[in-house]
């Protein structure tokens, strides 16, 4: 069974900085890509930042020079660190993993976590 536990949310004032986290428990899964996407109320969800196996990234021109991902591959964890905060980066954020099971001729399929909500206050 797989689970993105994520960790890091909350409030901080515009300009500060925060940071969240997200472990995968997937055993017997290989991923190849995790990341972060955020939906803020009323708008649809949307990518912040994805990092893939081959440690490329996909970063959202709207977060570009404030946000970086990073990870460590042995706890199957991606970090976002946010710095900059403005108020249009409240959003609830959504842990993303692509991820296939090994051995099954499958290809990848996409997994959430459960979100944690950053709200940038003025």
């Known amino acids: 069974q797989v689970q993105l536990l994520e960790s890091g949310g909350g409030l901080v004032q515009a300009g500060g900085s925060l940071r969240l986290s997200c472990a995968a428990s997937?055993?017997?899964?290989?991923?190849?890509?995790m990341g972060w996407y955020r939906q803020a109320p009323g708008q649809e969800r949307e990518l912040v930042t994805t990092?893939?196996?081959?440690?490329?990234?996909n970063v959202a021109d709207s977060v570009k020079g404030r946000f970086a991902i990073s990870r460590d591959i042995a706890k199957n964890t991606v970090y976002l660190q946010m710095n900059s905060l403005k108020n249009e980066d409240t959003a609830v954020y959504y842990c993303?993993?692509?991820?296939?099971?090994?051995?099954?001729?499958?290809?990848?399929?996409?997994?959430w976590g459960q979100g944690t909500q950053v709200t940038v206050s003025s």
């Open positions: 993303y993993a692509r991820m296939s099971l090994r051995g099954s001729g499958l290809g990848d399929f996409s997994y």
């Open positions: 997937a055993s017997g899964f290989s991923i190849s890509a």
């Open positions: 990092i893939a196996r081959d440690g490329s990234t």
